[in-house]
C-alpha cells in the first residue's frame, strides 16, 4: 500500500491550498479506508463488494479532506 498511498501523497500536494490536512495525511487517511474496505471483503468471503458504498465514503471522506 505504500506506492498507493505515495501516489496519491502526490496527487494531493498539486491541490495543497484546498486541503484541510496535510497532502500525507490526507493521503494515509484515503489509504487507511481503503484498506480496510479489502480487508472487509475478504472477511465477507468475497461477497461484500467493496464499491458498493464507495460514494458515500467518498462523501464522507471529502468534506474531511478538503476544504469548503
Known amino acids: ?4 498511498e505515495l501516489s496519491i501523497k502526490q496527487m ?3 491541490k495543497k491550498d484546498s486541503l484541510q490536512l ?3 495525511q490526507s493521503a494515509h487517511l484515503i489509504t487507511s479506508i481503503m484498506e480496510g474496505m479489502i480487508s472487509r471483503f475478504i ?6 463488494i467493496p464499491s458498493s458504498y464507495l460514494e458515500n465514503y467518498w462523501s464522507f471522506i471529502s ?3 478538503f476544504k469548503s
Open 12 to 14: 494531493l500536494s498539486s
Open 63 to 65: 468534506r474531511g479532506i
Open 22 to 24: 496535510t497532502a500525507g
Open 1 to 4: 500500500y505504500e506506492r498507493l
Open 43 to 48: 472477511r465477507s468471503k468475497f461477497k461484500e
